[in-house]
């Protein structure tokens, strides 16, 4: 009987304190399945360490399977293994193992301008990928960018190997979602508070920045700032900027504050740590609008328009990969029109990050260097909303009920278990194929069989020295004796099934398939022959 469809978990290193999207979205995506997927055990696969972690951070009551990430054929029992990135080439050939056909796989996109993620999808081409497997994109810019990667890489294989490989996952857009209600359930009282404390005059337009404050990997303040001062001259009116969120590094926080002193001084800035959940909902309340003017390639959808959208106000943001999916440009919003050079213009900053003269971070910021995004339309847009609350309130209302229809957890998941299915069903017009090795996964005593006189095999004989017994004491006490000790754990039993039968011997050579059922006893008499505790006879 078929599974269901098992979520790869795996405990990130890094500072919890850096908050980005990736990490945010996927929490909150696992929170979100345990809470509104379908009925029955969720079937979660991890390390054993790892999958302890996932059962402190992830509280539920909700039944867990446990399928070991080290034992592959354990996948076997399940209907597909969701990743949360888009590295699914290597499980493609974990599962050749089993044979391909035996469960899904999928995975989603996130920021897609890193080599690692577009190396990911050059290696599903020559991997052993099928149609009933799914890269979700989170927004259909970068739909069409995979496709478009997918396609560059194809054509110049062609030409390599004489022949044009196929790019046969699914590419699905289904959007990262939020928890609406909670965005909704935001008290006014405590926007009115935070007012208050941050000395905002009552007449003040206050705008939010929400999300990471890095010039180099998030967006550029400058030409916010330049657009505030703009529109305080306008309007005619206090202008407030809430940065809520965390910087880069003090250094960055340094040039923001400069920046804004330079090109803002007439704008009041307030920061605010929004990485605490109180204080997210107190500058969500105390905010007229969100803007986000993100003009990097390593943004790819944004959740912090989302959650914005969720919380009723009106978003002002670039029109720009996801964001352009997110915002109805009129009713929900304002997308500002953004520009960059034409193709051709950038080899030497490619060339720079392929030669490893430019880290990841320098060529995205170089690349974010040349984005512009227009000043004027800015200030128009925020213009309109500050003039004409009415239009403000019909926005913000309108941006909480297509975030209810479209981001809110409930519909998001709904739409991966319906992927889930359709796959699922995809695979049920498959034949069943035999499994067969996989270069990703090769039993090493069979790559380096050629390196040993002989292996294990028909005429093996041995017993067990004298003094086994006690040789076998002595290696306990050594911490250098086994490094998988239940090689110790095998040979104690092996030793003493021969002190009973006698010499134990190979008959015959057996069949990979049955080596590999009795394989612990098979390293356990080659460990014994090594460290002396039996003798060849």
Same mark, same amino acid.
């Given at each position: 009987?078929?599974?269901?469809?098992?979520?790869?978990?795996?405990?990130?290193?890094?500072?919890?304190?850096?908050?980005?999207?990736?990490?945010?979205?996927?929490?909150?995506?696992?929170?979100?399945?345990?809470?509104?997927?379908?009925?029955?055990? !969720?079937?979660?696969?991890?390390?054993?360490?790892?999958?302890?972690?996932?059962?402190?951070?992830?509280?539920?009551?909700?039944?867990?399977?446990?399928?070991?990430?080290?034992?592959?054929?354990?996948?076997?029992?399940?209907?597909?293994?969701?990743?949360?990135?888009?590295?699914?080439?290597?499980?493609?050939?974990?599962?050749?193992?089993?044979?391909?056909?035996?469960?899904?796989?999928?995975?989603?996109?996130?920021?897609?301008?890193?080599?690692?993620?577009?190396?990911?999808?050059?290696?599903?081409?020559?991997?052993?990928?099928?149609?009933?497997?799914?890269?979700?994109?989170?927004?259909?810019?970068?739909?069409?960018?995979?496709?478009?990667?997918?396609?560059?890489?194809?054509?110049?294989?062609?030409?390599?190997?004489?022949?044009?490989?196929?790019?046969?996952?699914?590419?699905? !857009?289904?959007?990262?979602?939020?928890?609406?209600?909670?965005?909704?359930?935001?008290?006014?009282?405590?926007?009115?508070?935070?007012?208050?404390?941050?000395?905002?005059?009552?007449?003040?337009?206050?705008?939010?920045?929400?999300?990471?404050?890095?010039?180099? &990997?998030?967006?550029?303040? &400058?030409?916010?700032?330049?657009?505030?001062?703009?529109?305080?001259?306008?309007?005619?009116?206090?202008?407030?900027?809430?940065?809520?969120?965390?910087?880069?590094?003090?250094?960055?926080?340094?040039?923001?504050?400069?920046?804004?002193?330079?090109?803002?001084?007439?704008?009041?800035?307030?920061?605010?740590?929004?990485?605490?959940?109180?204080?997210?909902?107190? /500058?969500?309340?105390?905010?007229?609008?969100?803007?986000?003017? !993100?003009?990097?390639?390593?943004?790819?959808?944004?959740? &912090?328009?989302?959650?914005?959208?969720?919380?009723?106000?009106?978003?002002?943001?670039?029109?720009?990969?996801?964001?352009?999916?997110?915002?109805?440009?009129?009713?929900?919003?304002?997308?500002?029109?953004?520009?960059?050079?034409?193709?051709?213009?950038?080899?030497?900053?490619?060339?720079?990050?392929?030669?490893?003269?430019?880290?990841?971070?320098?060529?995205?910021? !170089?690349?974010?260097?040349?984005?512009?995004?227009?000043?004027?339309?800015?200030?128009?847009?925020?213009?309109?909303?500050?003039?004409?609350?009415?239009?403000?309130?019909?926005?913000?209302?309108?941006?909480?009920?297509?975030?209810?229809?479209?981001?809110?957890?409930?519909?998001?998941?709904?739409?991966?278990?319906?992927?889930?299915?359709?796959?699922?069903?995809?695979?049920?017009?498959?034949?069943?194929?035999?499994?067969?090795?996989?270069?990703?996964?090769?039993?090493?005593?069979?790559?380096?069989?050629?390196?040993?006189?002989?292996?294990?095999?028909?005429?093996?004989?041995?017993?067990? /020295?004298?003094?086994?017994?006690?040789?076998?004491? %002595?290696?306990? %006490?050594?911490?250098?004796?086994?490094?998988?000790?239940?090689?110790?754990?095998?040979?104690?039993?092996?030793?003493?099934?021969?002190? %009973?039968?006698?010499?134990?011997?190979?008959?015959?050579?057996?069949?990979?398939?049955?080596?590999?059922?009795?394989?612990?006893?098979?390293?356990?008499?080659?460990?014994?022959?090594?460290?002396?505790?039996?003798?060849?006879?």
């Amino acid at each position: 009987m078929i599974g269901r469809t098992a979520l790869h978990f795996v405990t990130e290193a890094g500072d919890p304190s850096r908050l980005v999207g990736r990490q945010v979205a996927n929490a909150g995506f696992i929170s979100a399945y345990l809470d509104h997927g379908k009925e029955g055990a !969720v079937p979660i696969h991890a390390m054993p360490a790892d999958f302890e972690r996932f059962k402190a951070d992830f509280p539920t009551d909700r039944a867990l399977i446990h399928v070991p990430a080290h034992q592959p054929r354990k996948l076997a029992d399940q209907g597909g293994l969701f990743m949360p990135g888009p590295a699914l080439a290597k499980r493609a050939w974990h599962r050749r193992l089993i044979g391909r056909g035996r469960y899904s796989l999928s995975g989603v996109t996130h920021a897609m301008a890193s080599a690692r993620a577009q190396d990911a999808v050059r290696e599903m081409l020559v991997a052993p990928m099928a149609s009933w497997d799914a890269l979700i994109c989170a927004s259909e810019p970068i739909r069409g960018l995979v496709r478009s990667l997918a396609d560059g890489y194809a054509d110049a294989l062609g030409d390599i190997v004489g022949r044009k490989p196929t790019f046969l996952p699914q590419l699905p !857009v289904i959007p990262l979602g939020v928890d609406v209600g909670s965005f909704s359930a935001i008290d006014p009282a405590a926007g009115k508070a935070f007012r208050m404390v941050q000395g905002i005059a009552e007449d003040s337009f206050v705008v939010l920045f929400l999300g990471r404050l890095s010039y180099h &990997t998030k967006a550029h303040p &400058t030409p916010f700032y330049r657009a505030l001062e703009m529109l305080a001259a306008r309007i005619g009116r206090p202008v407030t900027l809430i940065e809520a969120g965390w910087y880069y590094n003090p250094e960055t926080e340094a040039a923001f504050d400069a920046a804004a002193k330079s090109f803002a001084p007439n704008v009041q800035v307030i920061k605010a740590d929004a990485r605490d959940p109180a204080v997210k909902a107190a /500058v969500l309340a105390a905010s007229d609008v969100f803007v986000s003017l !993100v003009d990097n390639v390593q943004e790819s959808f944004g959740l &912090t328009p989302v959650e914005a959208m969720a919380a009723g106000l009106p978003t002002v943001v670039s029109d720009w990969d996801g964001y352009r999916d997110t915002v109805v440009h009129g009713e929900t919003g304002f997308l500002i029109p953004t520009l960059m050079p034409p193709s051709g213009a950038g080899y030497e900053y490619a060339w720079r990050l392929a030669a490893e003269q430019d880290d990841y971070d320098v060529h995205v910021g !170089v690349v974010a260097q040349h984005v512009a995004v227009d000043i004027p339309k800015t200030v128009e847009a925020l213009a309109a909303l500050a003039i004409d609350p009415e239009v403000a309130g019909r926005m913000g209302e309108a941006a909480r009920s297509r975030a209810l229809q479209t981001y809110d957890w409930p519909v998001i998941v709904r739409a991966y278990e319906a992927l889930w299915q359709e796959l699922e069903e995809r695979r049920a017009f498959h034949f069943e194929e035999e499994p067969k090795p996989s270069p990703q996964i090769t039993d090493p005593f069979r790559t380096f069989a050629g390196f040993a006189s002989e292996a294990i095999g028909r005429a093996f004989k041995v017993q067990p /020295v004298s003094d086994a017994e006690a040789l076998l004491d %002595q290696l306990a %006490q050594s911490p250098i004796s086994a490094m998988d000790r239940r090689s110790l754990e095998d040979g104690r039993a092996l030793v003493a099934a021969m002190r %009973q039968q006698g010499v134990m011997e190979m008959q015959e050579d057996l069949p990979e398939a049955a080596v590999s059922e009795a394989a612990r006893t098979f390293r356990a008499l080659a460990w014994l022959l090594k460290m002396g505790v039996v003798e060849r006879v």
